[in-house]
């Protein structure tokens, strides 16, 4: 796990996770970082984004068939499969 210090968090933020940690039975930090997990998530914008600088990065092979053409064919694979049983 990395390690983050935050400077100048309000003193009234600091109050309300140490209480919760008082009343979790919990550390502070510990608190602290479930709020931080909390708080991070990634949007579908920022998925999106991470996934175009991985495609920029490293590149994707460009195919000439769609998401909707892929399953078709894996469920008619799978409806011959079931036909010959």
Known sequence: MGNLLIRDVEEAVVRRLKLK?????????????LALTRGAPLTGADRK???EKFERE????KV??????IVREIRDEADDWERDL
């Open 21 to 33: 940690a008082e009343l979790n039975g919990t550390s502070l930090q510990h608190e602290a970082s």
């Open 49 to 51: 984004a991470l996934f």
């Open 58 to 61: 490293h590149g994707f092979p």
């Open 64 to 69: 000439n068939i769609s998401g909707v053409e």
